[in-house]
T-cell receptor, first 112, second 110 residues
Framework: DGGITQSPKYLFRKEGQNVTLSCEQN?????MYWYRQDPGQGLRLIYY???????QKGDIAEGYSVSREKKESFPLTVTSAQKNPTAFYLC???????????FGPGTRLTVT | EDKVVQSPLSLVVHEGDTVTLNCSYE??????LLWYKQEKKAPTFLFML????IEKKSGRLSSILDKKELFSILNITATQTGDSAIYLC??????????FGTGTRLTIIP
């Protein structure tokens, strides 16, 4: 089955620790995206990548980092510099161009 | 600044009613407008609209785009409890970034 997987579903971390969220897709899509969703704020773009070994900052990139070493994988690291990391994180992928994005099931991160 | 505004923010109706959800936008270099349904976790794709005045339809759901007035509507007829969800509108602009609205939370009462 083709799709996008994110792991883990739930993640708990102590303040000051970096944490990496996994995103894998087998849809053969070139473009991948990371969004953050907070209650009442819709989805906000963190980082996106349209080709391997290249990525761009989205609207709220501060405190996050990404890598794109393989077409299938786009991991997101939430660093200790992110002031308010508790949120629901969604990964998406698409073909490059004006095409719909397909979303993974999300990871809910709680930092205390 | 690119902006997508959805209204209403929340809507509660009875099963069988018809609802209309609104999405207006201000973006540069518009390419397309997308509607998603989000029930618990991953948003699922409903429609992508690129041309004005052409209705897209899927079962009881339909959507249309007005590029002159910069808005889109999503209609759901004969609503069912399974339609309860957050409906997200997003606009794709020049560099293939999606800008999302805050969503409309739709609740269908049996």
């Amino acid at each position: 089955d083709g799709g996008i997987t994110q792991s883990p579903k739930y993640l708990f971390r102590k303040e000051g620790q970096n944490v990496t969220l996994s995103c894998e897709q087998n849809l053969n899509h070139d473009a991948m995206y990371w969004y953050r969703q907070d209650p009442g704020q819709g989805l906000r773009l963190i980082y996106y990548s349209q080709i391997v070994n290249d990525f761009q900052k989205g609207d709220i990139a501060e405190g996050y980092s990404v890598s794109r070493e393989k077409k299938e994988s786009f991991p997101l690291t939430v660093t200790s510099a992110q002031k308010n990391p508790t949120a629901f994180y969604l990964c998406a992928s698409s073909r490059v161009g004006p095409y719909e994005q397909y979303f993974g099931p999300g990871t809910r991160l709680t930092v205390t | 600044e690119d902006k997508v505004v959805q209204s209403p923010l929340s809507l509660v109706v009875h099963e069988g009613d018809t609802v209309t959800l609104n999405c207006s936008y201000e973006v540069t270099n518009f390419r397309s407008l997308l509607w998603y349904k989000q029930e618990k976790k991953a948003p699922t794709f409903l429609f992508m609209l690129t041309s004005s005045g052409i209705e897209k339809k899927s079962g009881r759901l339909s959507s249309i785009l007005d590029k002159k007035e910069l808005f889109s509507i999503l209609n759901i007829t004969a609503t069912q409890t399974g339609d309860s969800a957050i409906y997200l509108c997003a606009v794709l602009f020049g560099n293939e970034k999606l800008t999302f609205g805050t969503g409309t939370r739709l609740t269908i009462i049996p």
